[in-house]
């Protein structure tokens, strides 16, 4: 599909650029497109020979913290798969730095906060962020990719939502119980809500920010959010969510709002708010879409693993994914969680080509 | 409540004992009862000071394979907590020790399976396994449990489902992600079926042994299987459990069903058999009830992490739990997973309390 250039504004910044009738864009907001966009979280990583070209010499943060870095790793799924839109390279965890956090990444063990946050000290110790300051070389990058995908790709921007930075920072890292994360919850609400609080406000104001520097749509992740009961996550998670994503819907550009395991959480999540809500695999897409809403747009949900199974195999679940969006706009393939760094590229190539061949259909 | 005897049958062996009136019995028939019944996945364990006064002296596995040992352990918490129910002290893994799996416990670490069953030649090799001989401990530890107890309080027998040690035996151990699970299931799907046919066998035979050794009734652990959309847990899990669930169900034992993150599963679940449903605290208990349907009894589903908290927060979240299943005969108080060997013991008796008044109600 040639984009059409409509406005002849050639501003990079705001959220109606001259380009926003790419098929990403379109589907964000429900309107007909010549196949479904496909796009993958974390479709700049380990799996891809160019990005761990670049790591051999810069570590996960350098390549966060430097623009021009970040800036060519959005770009080299671009470059190698023609995605329908760049995801920024970042990581969720970086504004919890500047509210100081002691954030490493142990090899092969993920993210590990040195100085968890378990009470109220902790969390009152807790900064307030300048996100133009303290996460200038982020914002930087997105203007960087923008200019250089100058219109054709869409560029989205994202941060973690308030409950998922919340568990790492409790936690000291990834968990599978949460532990920490809920005793605060149920033994120290004031503490809780208060974390949140701050939380809610740098991610909100990180997220308008990205849009500010020429982001076009954002994703909020709140990746673990499905540890919790549709009661806790209404009491403990759904205020603060609600601030970050109406302050971002405000600016204009389509919202993603994404979680895993959420099968029961979804209509309290589509009523925190989001135009796009992502879901993962273990929701048809059909009945997940029923839960949100139909004047939502929707976002998944392949199986990752399965980018990992012969291509016949690919191709069927790719196909079901598909048939369970079928006669409505509004769906943007996805793989329902990041991919993993043992995905073949090939692969990933792949599934792009079959949801656009399997989707297309004639424009009015 | 009195027990009442009504048959005078002494035997320990069969299902229908003199005490089948007990309350945890009556209520996975869905008849009337005077309180909602309880117990807790993973009741013998860390958190208790006797069970970690045995480990001091024996390994895990110890535990479970010494009859005296698991029967002392499986009744500890009986004695402790007024439960109204005992669970057999054992581990899901046993029956992969027969079957070829070089199984150990490492400190910390959970399960460590040394021989990973990845190709064909790997299932090929694992051997069928005649219960009587090589689960025979479990086996005795069931009667010793049984006359034990005699009949004060209904024990449970229980295995791990198919997909669910599957995964182990693939991963070697836990995993987060079910890599391998998934590559063999999508990549290899006759060796897939080839190793969950062998599963099933050894599976239906070790539950129906322990029905024959006096359990009164039995849970199938399906704990990962949440990991699957239903599209894949159709194809390449239901038939097997189905398998397990009808030849267990035949011997006339109430049979419950149980997995974790199962809101999407829970219907094809149901399917494939089970008289109990049990599910974890992300589903509403209201709404997976009629997920599963009426003509079955569930069994949960407070978040084992709930008991980590103040007494005042444990009352709202236990109400919370009673008030979905309020006014239909036929649920189970349970927690959504196992209990965590940080939970205070005291929490848990204040559970079993709590549920017992909260759900008291006059028979007829």
Same mark, same amino acid.
């Given at each position: 599909m040639a984009m059409t250039d409509r406005t002849g504004d050639t501003s990079v910044s705001g959220s109606a650029g001259r380009f926003d009738q790419a098929r990403f864009l379109r589907a964000c907001r429900r309107e007909p497109v010549d196949c479904t966009p496909v796009w993958f979280m974390r479709q700049a990583g380990r799996y891809m020979p160019e990005y761990r070209a670049l790591r051999v010499h810069h570590s996960l943060l350098d390549l966060c913290q430097q623009p021009d870095l970040a800036a060519e790793v959005t770009l080299q799924p671009v470059r190698a798969l023609g995605v329908d839109a760049a995801i920024l390279f970042?990581?969720? *965890? *970086?504004? *919890?730095i500047p509210m100081g956090a002691q954030l490493q990444f142990a090899a092969g063990e993920g993210p590990v906060i040195a100085n968890p946050v378990r009470t109220d000290q902790d969390i009152m110790a807790l900064r307030p962020v300048e996100v133009y300051e303290s996460l200038a070389p982020v914002l930087q990058a997105v203007s960087l990719v923008r200019r250089e995908l100058d219109g054709r790709t869409p560029l989205i921007g994202f941060a973690g939502a308030p409950f998922t930075l919340a568990s790492y920072l409790i936690e000291g890292g990834g968990s599978r119980t949460y532990l920490h994360t809920k005793q605060l919850m149920y033994a120290s609400p004031v503490a809780w809500h208060a974390l949140m609080r701050k939380l809610a406000r740098v991610v909100a104001d990180y997220l308008v920010a990205q849009v500010k520097a020429g982001a076009q749509a954002v994703q909020l992740f709140d990746s673990w959010v499905g540890a919790l009961s549709p009661d806790d996550y209404r009491e403990y998670v759904f205020p603060y969510s609600r601030t970050v994503l109406s302050e971002v819907t405000a600016t204009g550009v389509p919202v993603i709002h994404f979680g895993t395991d959420t099968a029961t959480l979804l209509p309290a999540m589509a009523e925190a708010g989001g135009t796009v809500m992502g879901m993962d695999w273990r929701i048809p897409l059909g009945e997940g879409w029923k839960l949100v809403g139909t004047n939502k747009a929707v976002q998944g949900n392949l199986d990752p693993m399965v980018l990992l199974a012969p291509k016949d195999e690919l191709a069927r679940h790719v196909q079901r994914v598909l048939a369970q969006a079928r006669g409505r706009p509004g769906h943007i393939f996805n793989t329902g969680h990041g991919l993993l760094p043992e995905t073949p590229v090939d692969n990933v190539r792949t599934v792009v080509e079959l949801v656009h061949e399997l989707s297309e259909r004639p424009m009015k």
């Open positions: 970042a990581d969720i *965890l *970086l504004p *919890l």
